[in-house]
C-alpha cells in the first residue's frame, strides 16, 4: 500500500454512522473517499458534500450520497489532502485547484481531518508555491498586486490555456520563499480586491494523518 493510501484509509477510521462529511479533493483523499464507497455498500449510512467536481463525479460513481452546501449548515468531519503542512498546523493548500470550496467546506466542520505522505511534512511552509485564486477580470493587474507582497506569482496553465477553477477563476501559484507568518499573509492576500481566497489553512486542520513511505501511519 503506498503512503496516500495509508492516509487515506485511516482517517475513514473517525467515519460515524450518520454523520455528514465534507469529501475533498486529490489523490489522497481519494482512498478515503473509494473505502466509504465501500463501507456505503455495506450499509454505512453517510452524505458527503463534495469540494469539486472531480470528487462530485466519483462520489456518485461509488454511490455515496451527496447534499449540497446550502443545504446544511455544519459538517461532522472532513477529510482532505494538503500541499504541505507544519508542526503548528497550518497547511498550504490548492495544489488541485478546489482551495475555494475545500476552505468552505472546513469553515463549518467540527472536525478537519488532513491526510498527506510524509513528504508533505515541513519545517516552514513555502517551498510549495501557494495557491490564490483570483478573478479573470484584471487579473495581470492582481498578479502585480500579489507580486508586490513579495512574492513570484505565475499564472497557472493548464494545456497552453489558463488553468480554470470549478468557480470560473484564474489560480496563481505564488512562490513567497519561507512562510514565517501564515496567518497575517492570508489575511493580507485577501484584502487584494481581485482576490477570491488562497491557499493558506490556518487553525483549521485538527488532525494530520501522515502516510509514511515505510509503511507506518502517524497521526498528530
Ligand atoms: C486540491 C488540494 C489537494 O488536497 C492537495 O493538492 C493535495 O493533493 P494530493 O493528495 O493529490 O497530493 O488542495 O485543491
Redesign the pocket.
Known sequence: MNA?QLA?EKAVEHVKDGMLLGL???????WSILKLGDLVKKGLNIKGVP??TNTEKLAINLGIPLVSLSSINQLDLTI????EANRNFE?????????LR?KMVASISRRFI????DT?MVTDLGEFPL?VEIIQFGWELTLKQVSELGSKPKLRMDNNAPFITDNGNYILDCYFGKIQDANGLKNTLNMIPGVVEN?LFVNMADTIIIGNKNGSVSTL
Open positions: 496516500k487515506g475533498g479533493t486529490g489523490s489522497t483523499v481519494y469540494t469539486s482532505d489532502g494538503a500541499d497547511l498550504i493548500k490548492g495544489g488541485g485547484g478546489a482551495l475545500e488532513t491526510v498527506i505522505d508533505k495557491p491557499g
